[in-house]
């Protein structure tokens, strides 16, 4: 697959790894913060069965401090540009840039990014809408309210799934209006943003409902706090195992897309379920 290339939605489900440029992300932070360990940690996770590599300089955990556009992309630029001066083989990975701001995704697309990861959906920086569309690339629209510091006093919902889906819907006409095709349009319901543990259950229970409107689906749930929560695992790095039963769960409700750390294990869980699943 040549970077950029398509996707071929619906024929297997593909691996998404985070690699967070961050000193304070939730369970790896400033361990990838240089570029030479960001380099690594990507090579590692091509070789482990990574399609697509996410790059985030501004953690988005609860409680986690904004910083300045120029500080995410002092975060960002460099790390992206070895990783793709690096990886630019035939073959090689899409490259996604987990923002929500429109300065910074245009300077990734500039530098060589392939998607736009937006975790605020165009709430945070309406702009980012227009990059999105002058370019042309993938656009993962997330569901959230908030942000970091008051997305938890917004988890209150009568029926998450279908209120989840509506404010979906109202974000891709957003971005439809801004000139934003469908083609280039994947969901993702934002397990642990603005969630309690209850809800993100009964969103995995139902994310079948959302992949119905049509636009392939992204899912990341990798280490999150309701994980933590369910096995009584305060760790983040220990919760592979119940990571690995939510991204079971996704793939057979129609995910196309799975965003984690732990990418060897996680791999190897969506070949064995697209061979059951998907045998064509």
């Known amino acids: 697959m040549e ?9 297997r489900t593909y691996v998404m790894g985070v ?3 961050t000193p304070d992300s939730f369970s790896d932070g400033g361990r990838f913060d240089r570029p030479a360990a960001a380099l690594a940690q990507a090579r590692a996770m091509l070789a482990q069965g990574a399609d697509l590599l996410d790059l985030g300089g501004q953690s988005t955990r609860p409680g ?3 910083i300045s556009a120029e500080q995410e992309l002092q975060r960002l630029l460099p790390a992206l540009e070895l990783i793709g001066r690096a990886c630019a083989l035939p073959g090689g990975p899409l490259l996604s840039i987990d923002t929500f701001r ?19 959906g165009g709430r945070r920086d309406p702009e980012i809408l227009a990059v999105v569309a002058e370019h042309g690339c993938p656009y993962v629209l997330m569901h959230s309210r908030g942000d970091s510091g008051s997305m938890d006093g917004l988890a ?12 979906l819907l109202r974000a891709t006409d957003n971005a439809l209006a801004a000139g934003v095709r469908a083609d280039q349009l994947i969901w993702d319901p934002g397990l642990g943003f603005a969630k309690t543990t209850e809800h993100n259950l009964a969103l995995l229970r139902g994310l079948a409902e959302l992949r119905r409107d049509g636009f392939p689906l992204l899912v990341g749930p990798s280490r999150k706090r309701f994980i933590g929560a369910v096995l009584d695992e305060p760790r983040p790095r ?9 991204c079971a769960q996704a793939i057979t409700q129609g995910a196309d897309v799975l ?5 060897g294990p996680i791999a190897q869980t969506a070949r064995m379920l697209d061979a059951i699943l998907r045998p064509t």
Do not use: C, F, K, M
Not at 3 to 11: E, H, I, N, S
Not at 156 to 167: G, N
């Open 64 to 66: 986690a401090a904004v």
């Open 19 to 21: 690699i967070n440029l």
């Open 259 to 263: 965003r984690v750390h732990d990418v």
């Open 102 to 120: 429109a300065p910074v995704a245009a300077a990734a697309l500039a530098a060589g990014a392939h998607w736009i990861n937006d975790v605020s």
């Open 238 to 246: 220990a919760r592979l195992w119940g990571t690995a039963a939510v």
């Open 3 to 11: 970077p950029g290339a398509a996707l071929a939605w619906g024929t």
């Open 156 to 167: 209150h919902y009568s029926d998450v799934v279908a209120e989840v889906r509506q404010e």
